[in-house]
């Protein structure tokens, strides 16, 4: 059996940044980057900061520029395994030099760049976690349903602050190897926090997260899964989302899940494996 | 299985019920026997405002907790409640004014609050802590004072003074880090309009956004700097 994922994602815009007229400031994608032996799947949610002008364009860069040193590292034959501190910050020294860059173009700061960056990497045998600042990935262990938080976000003592990929002097991340296969993920920003982690226990509730999943685990495709990323974009701005959440809608929330490996890669409908950058939606 | 979803297929998903983010506000009132008459009905008068203007805000309601303690003598009149459920008490004067030990009281009740916070994953904003006055301490101070130089210093709180134009303002600025504002005549129901529009303002505050606040000492505002 070949094994491959399949996925759905969206975003959808916060009431506050409509009002502000703020263009929504979560970026995600999600790539499958084909192995020898066999696909990984690469996905990344980056959140700009609120305050931060050209926060939009930070998330994009961190998504674009790790998704971009990621498959080269792992066409190449790089390990998941074998990533670590050093390649990790080769990489986000690399996001910082293209916002540097970037700002200097602009004539503005690389704080006003501003931006969080949640990875995750994952094949049959292994799972690689890259994360600074808030938002999270939730992880299930293979065939249990044992679900958990490889790295919980980080928030400062107060509420909304965090940290960013252009923190000064050294952006700050975590590193996070799993020894233990998994088969099903799920990466998210900060707005989505509150709905789906159990602060109090500091957990991700296997109930839920099975739930979610459950669409994408009875679909027999590959690859992304359009018409339940519009669903989950559908459901991100829904009402009923709205009326769990105590900000009543004022945050943004970006949403990737992924299941995998799939049955046969020759089977099913194959709606796409290339990269995808998710819209936001108001 | 196709991928014809007939119904919304994330309508059963369980999400979490997390508890709010809040955004504590302490209020250290005097209430000696100075304050009797018109002060002590208008400072009253001004809680009740500023109840109504949190109520009436949904975010607000939810994350701002109101806590006060009152000084002659210091008297914990409301440990820290969601503004929802807060009721405006009818404040009463008595004695002298142990401002110090109403300042430590305070800020102690503070410390447990934030623990609390911690202990259930609540996130918070950086709290708030108002003194309003019209005398001077009838007690030691100074162990007060050091307690809010170093809160600000590490940005544990932000303090403000405000006394009535009787008010010792020369220690109110040695226990302040920034200045103390002298309050316009017995304007305390602008006061707490300008508290609960400022307050409003934070909890709806988004990552690292800078809440730009309506000067309290412009003009038409209800202070001036002591």
């Not at chain 2, 459920?85 to 404040?91: E, F, G, I, K, S």
Request: negative net charge.
């Amino acid at each position: 059996m070949t094994s491959a994922w399949r996925w759905a994602g969206a975003c959808a815009i916060g009431t506050s940044h409509v009002r502000a007229n703020l263009e929504c400031q979560d970026r995600a994608t999600c790539l499958i980057v084909e192995t020898g032996p066999g696909p990984v799947a690469v996905a990344v949610v980056s959140d700009g900061a609120g305050s931060a002008r050209a926060a939009a364009q930070g998330a994009s860069i961190a998504c674009m520029e790790f998704h971009r040193r990621a498959a080269l590292y792992l066409r190449s034959g790089g390990a998941l395994g074998k990533i670590d501190d050093e390649l990790t910050a080769d990489w986000i020294d690399l996001i910082r030099e293209r916002i540097y860059v970037a700002a200097n173009f602009a004539g503005l700061k690389p704080r006003d760049y501003a931006a969080t960056l949640v990875a995750l990497l994952a094949n049959n045998e292994h799972c690689t976690v890259v994360h600074i600042g808030d938002g999270a990935a939730v992880v299930r262990k293979h065939q249990t349903q044992e679900w958990s938080v490889p790295s919980w976000p980080f928030h400062g003592e107060y509420a909304s602050t965090t940290r960013f990929v252009t923190d000064d002097p050294v952006a700050r991340f975590n590193l996070v190897h799993l020894e233990s296969a998994i088969d099903r993920f799920a990466i998210f920003s900060d707005g989505m926090e509150n709905l789906v982690l159990d602060h109090r226990e500091k957990s991700a509730p296997a109930a839920l997260f099975e739930r979610l999943l459950q669409p994408l685990v009875i679909w027999e495709g590959v690859g992304r899964n359009r018409t339940l990323s519009r669903h989950l974009r559908d459901y991100l701005g829904s009402e009923k989302v709205c009326n769990a959440t105590d900000d009543v809608c004022e945050s943004q929330r970006c949403l990737h899940y992924v299941f995998g490996p799939a049955p046969e890669v020759s089977e099913g409908p194959r709606e796409g494996r290339g990269r995808h950058n998710l819209p936001c939606r108001g | 299985m196709t991928d014809n979803y007939e119904q919304q297929p994330f309508d059963a998903v369980p999400l979490i019920d997390n508890p709010s983010q809040r955004c504590p506000c302490l209020l250290l009132l005097d209430v000696s026997g100075s304050m009797s008459g018109r002060p002590i009905e208008e400072l009253n008068a001004g809680l009740v405002l500023l109840k109504d203007e949190l109520s009436a805000d949904p975010l607000a309601s939810k994350r701002v907790q109101v806590g006060i303690v009152t000084f002659g003598p210091v008297e914990t009149v409301t440990d820290f409640i969601d503004a929802g459920q807060w009721n405006a008490p009818v404040l009463r004067t008595k004695g002298d004014t142990p401002m110090g030990a109403a300042i430590e009281r305070g800020l102690q009740m503070l410390e447990t609050q934030k623990s609390i916070y911690k202990n259930y994953g609540i996130t918070h904003y950086r709290p708030w802590v108002f003194l309003i006055t019209d005398g001077g301490p009838t007690d030691a101070w100074q162990n007060a004072a050091r307690l809010v130089h170093e809160g600000e210093a590490n940005k544990k709180f932000k303090f403000f003074a405000v006394g009535v134009e009787t008010a010792n303002f020369d220690v109110l600025k040695q226990i302040s880090v920034g200045d103390p504002i002298a309050l316009k005549g017995l304007r305390f129901r602008d006061l707490f309009a300008w508290l609960s529009s400022s307050l409003s303002s934070v909890s709806h505050s988004n990552v690292g956004e800078e809440v730009k606040l309506e000067n309290p000492v412009a003009p038409n505002g209800w202070g001036s700097i002591a």
